[in-house]
């Protein structure tokens, strides 16, 4: 086989995803072995080794124990509606993180104190070192981890206010907007913005993933008359997951 100018391991990678898209290779197939991807495409044993690499940091397959390398499932795509800010009373914070009214889910979180990062204190506007509290969520749906979200809310803010802790209190639970109202903090305004890394270890292992899988991140910032008053990364598995932003038009 002729491989022209692109690296032969990217050609034979690109060739088994191909076999593996249009159902050639359908899931739970074993993939062709080392040997057999060698003498099929004529290639050596580390070209056909780095083949099977970039297949399975793409999530397309994935190694069995003492068994080999199969085609993985491929999820159909899930839709993750959002519509930025929305002034609605008792929003709860698995309804502040999907727009769409049907949505239903069970969410579990554990907030603590802490000392606000470089970035965490730029994305609010404080010095790094000053308190926050830190709460960390994971949402589910259906029973399955859809979504991750770790939150930072400024202590100069909500500290020694009844909406301390965010699960807590008279407001548990009723997401940023509702919360800080009742302590006379109104949210006019949010941004969020979106992007993509590999998942950390300890995200993929919350989402049910495997290593080398994608996540999308969405940075989200409420601001209070131009005062960030809540920042937070919402982890969302790329693989799985559309996200879709409805915007009024004004």
């Keep these: 086989m002729t491989f022209g100018e692109q690296p032969a391991y990217l050609r034979v990678a690109g060739d088994l995803r191909k076999k593996i898209a249009d159902g050639s290779l359908p899931p739970h197939t074993r993939l062709p072995s080392q040997a057999r991807i060698r003498e099929e495409y004529g290639v050596s044993d580390t070209v056909a080794l780095e083949a099977r690499k970039v297949l399975m940091a793409e999530g397309l397959v994935e190694g069995r124990s003492g068994s080999g390398t199969y085609v993985r499932e491929r999820p159909v795509p899930r839709r993750i509606a959002r519509s930025g800010y929305r002034p609605v009373s008792g929003a709860t914070p698995f309804r502040q993180e999907q727009a769409e009214a049907h949505t239903r889910g069970t969410w579990e979180s554990s907030s603590e104190q802490v000392e606000a990062g470089?970035?965490?204190?730029?994305?609010?506007?404080?010095?790094?070192?000053?308190?926050?509290?830190?709460?960390?969520?994971?949402?589910?749906?259906?029973?399955?981890?859809?979504?991750?979200?770790?939150?930072?809310?400024?202590?100069?803010?909500?500290?020694?206010?009844?909406?301390?802790?965010?699960?807590?209190?008279?407001?548990?639970?009723?997401?940023?907007?509702?919360?800080?109202?009742?302590?006379?903090?109104?949210?006019?305004?949010?941004?969020?913005?979106?992007?993509?890394?590999?998942?950390?270890?300890?995200?993929?292992?919350?989402?049910?993933?495997?290593?080398?899988?994608?996540?999308?991140?969405?940075?989200?910032?409420?601001?209070?008359?131009?005062?960030?008053?809540?920042?937070?990364d919402v982890v969302i598995p790329a693989d799985r997951y559309r996200v879709a932003y409805h915007l009024p038009v004004k």
């Design 118 to 232: 470089v970035c965490v204190a730029e994305r609010l506007g404080i010095a790094s070192g000053d308190r926050v509290m830190c709460t960390r969520y994971v949402f589910r749906e259906a029973g399955e981890a859809m979504m991750l979200s770790t939150s930072w809310e400024p202590l100069a803010v909500t500290g020694r206010t009844p909406v301390m802790l965010p699960e807590e209190g008279p407001l548990g639970g009723m997401g940023v907007v509702e919360r800080m109202r009742a302590i006379d903090v109104i949210v006019d305004n949010v941004t969020e913005e979106v992007g993509a890394r590999p998942g950390l270890a300890e995200e993929l292992h919350s989402l049910g993933g495997v290593p080398g899988h994608v996540v999308l991140v969405v940075q989200r910032t409420y601001y209070a008359s131009g005062r960030p008053v809540e920042t937070a």
